[in-house]
């Protein structure tokens, strides 16, 4: 989802972007990613490849740690070694959410699941590489061309009267099309380094984001509060998953509404 936006919003602005598929180039390979970049020659690298499957990365958790931990390491090496800038994506779940106000950039890590300590490593990896990099983390990424969770409510919207969506987990939804122009201006600012947090603005459950989907692209699906107890997953979340920062300049992006409301517009207008 985040590296097509990434590659759409580039074409648009008349950048030269070389966008690789997992099939055209494995990123845990290094000799294969040496290779990619001493080819293309870019001045900065948007890397939006990872292991996502949060519940399989509990039973997988060496390729999770191959695609998340290791595989930014090598890229950040070999962005180093013809002086591009990489800017990697990262992820809320590097905290435990015990916090009730939004997490910072310098706040504690401590994750509670295998997919959070594996993009952890990640982070640790591209910042130990180079000091020049930008991590950004991000969280309840949805858009165009992979399962997220709009899509999921609107499937099961379509089917059912009512939904049980917990409230017990409260964040930022974020927009592709919102992060992907930040991540191409952060890759220009090469003066910004080092850990970035980026989501779209104002905090909701994921119960409240269900009503607003279903209000706003016309569903008649009634969204009955539940929480997490209810819905037992291999993978433990963190409860408080608000995304702040203390960065100045930040990375800021609009409100998730805001966000929501293009994508279903975007949405509409493909079908």
């Given at each position: 989802m985040l590296g097509r936006a990434t590659v759409e919003h580039a074409r648009r602005l008349g950048l030269e972007v070389v966008p690789f598929t997992r099939a055209e180039l494995d990123i845990t390979d290094a000799d294969a990613v040496e290779a990619a970049l001493r080819r293309t020659q870019p001045t900065a690298i948007v890397n939006c490849a990872a292991w996502t499957d949060v519940d399989g990365a509990e039973e997988h958790g060496d390729r999770a740690m191959l695609a998340n931990g290791t595989a930014p390491g090598l890229l950040a090496n070999a962005a180093e070694a013809i002086d591009a800038r990489l800017v990697h994506v990262s992820t809320d779940y590097v905290f435990d959410g015990s916090k009730t106000e939004p997490w910072v950039e310098s706040d504690p890590v401590g994750p509670l699941n295998v997919y959070g300590a594996t993009k952890l490593a990640g982070e640790r990896a591209v910042l130990e590489a180079d000091a020049g990099h930008a991590v950004v983390r991000t969280a309840w990424v949805y858009g165009a061309?992979?399962?997220?969770?709009?899509?999921?409510?609107?499937?099961?919207?379509?089917?059912?009267?009512?939904?049980?969506?917990?409230?017990?987990?409260?964040?930022?939804?974020?927009?592709?099309?919102?992060?992907?122009?930040?991540?191409?201006?952060?890759?220009?600012?090469?003066?910004?380094?080092?850990?970035?947090?980026?989501?779209g603005e104002d905090a909701v459950s994921w119960n409240e984001f269900a009503i607003e989907i279903f209000d706003r692209a016309g569903v008649a699906c009634r969204v009955v509060p539940t929480t997490s107890d209810a819905f037992p997953r291999p993978a433990a979340r963190p409860a408080y998953s608000v995304l702040g920062t203390e960065r100045d300049p930040a990375v800021v992006l609009p409100p998730w509404q805001d966000g929501l409301a293009a994508y279903l517009d975007a949405r509409a207008g493909a079908a």
């Open positions: 061309g992979g399962t997220n969770f709009v899509e999921t409510m609107l499937r099961l919207g379509a089917d059912r009267d009512e939904i049980s969506v917990v409230t017990d987990q409260i964040g930022r939804p974020t927009w592709t099309g919102h992060l992907a122009p930040a991540l191409l201006e952060l890759a220009e600012r090469r003066e910004d380094t080092g850990l970035f947090h980026a989501t």
